[in-house]
């Protein structure tokens, strides 16, 4: 399982745009670089997937270069309601592979 | 989209006793779910992979027979936590992946607040 490597924490202030690297540097040809959101408490929320290149939808984009050793999470205008951890996984592209969770990056958004 | 369920979702119990943890899939049937455990400030860690009809596959250093996996059918998983120790006191959160995603995108429970006295 390819390993993932994130900064521990952040800090930003709300309306910011928010960008979060993740470097995966034994990712396999198969692995699809995925991210989720986890508000103290909870369950981890699925934020974006991708294999390549650039993912937009309704929350996050997804920033992956062609040798996809790393991607970049961007969140726009941050609110406060964004404070959480934010986990890069990198998993097969099949259904019902674990998932091995790194350290995360702790977000702190601030008014 | 997919909703992953967990019951309780906190509980409070006496060291020596066994607590039972379940998980359930509420629209989708799942013939895998993940069980996890996360400390205060921690990340999750993999316990174990519950396979509908089989027995659970554990992580390495996690005790199959203090951490009881049952998959009674597909949309249920459940943890039993026996004899349970103040160091057990954790954060409990399983996952599950509907069979037909085009991604390998799990859907996570809420959680259940263990804490052992």
């Known amino acids: 399982l390819a390993k993932t490597t994130q900064p521990i924490s952040m800090d930003s202030y709300e309306g910011q745009e928010v960008n979060i690297t993740c470097s995966h540097n034994?990712?396999?040809?198969?692995?699809?670089i995925t991210w989720y959101q986890q508000f103290p408490s909870q369950g981890p929320r699925f934020i974006i997937q991708?294999?390549?290149t650039k993912v937009t939808n309704e929350v996050a984009s997804l920033f992956i270069p062609a040798d996809r050793k790393s991607s970049t999470l961007s969140l726009p205008r941050v609110s406060l309601s964004d404070t959480a951890v934010y986990y890069c996984?990198?998993?097969?592209?099949?259904?019902?592979?674990?998932?091995?969770f790194g350290g995360g990056t702790r977000l702190m958004v601030k008014p | 989209g997919a909703v992953v369920s967990q019951h309780p979702s906190w509980v409070i119990c006496k060291s020596g006793t066994s607590v039972k943890i379940e998980c359930r899939s509420l629209?989708?049937?799942?013939?895998?779910m993940f069980w996890y455990r996360q400390f205060p400030k921690q990340s999750l860690m993999l316990m174990a992979t519950?396979?509908?009809?089989?027995?659970?596959?554990?992580e390495q250093g996690v005790e199959k027979d203090k951490f009881l996996i049952n998959h009674a059918s597909l949309t249920l998983s459940t943890l039993t936590v026996t004899s349970a120790h103040p160091e057990d006191s954790s954060f409990y959160i399983c996952?599950?992946?509907?069979?037909?995603?085009?991604?390998?995108?799990?859907?996570f429970g809420p959680g259940t607040r263990l804490t052992v006295l």
């Open positions: 629209d989708f049937q799942a013939t895998t």
């Open positions: 996952s599950a992946c509907p069979p037909l995603a085009g991604y390998n995108e799990q859907f």
């Open positions: 991708g294999y390549k």
């Open positions: 519950s396979n509908e009809g089989s027995k659970a596959t554990y």
């Open positions: 996984l990198v998993v097969g592209n099949n259904a019902g592979n674990m998932l091995t």
């Open positions: 034994n990712i396999a040809t198969n692995d699809y």
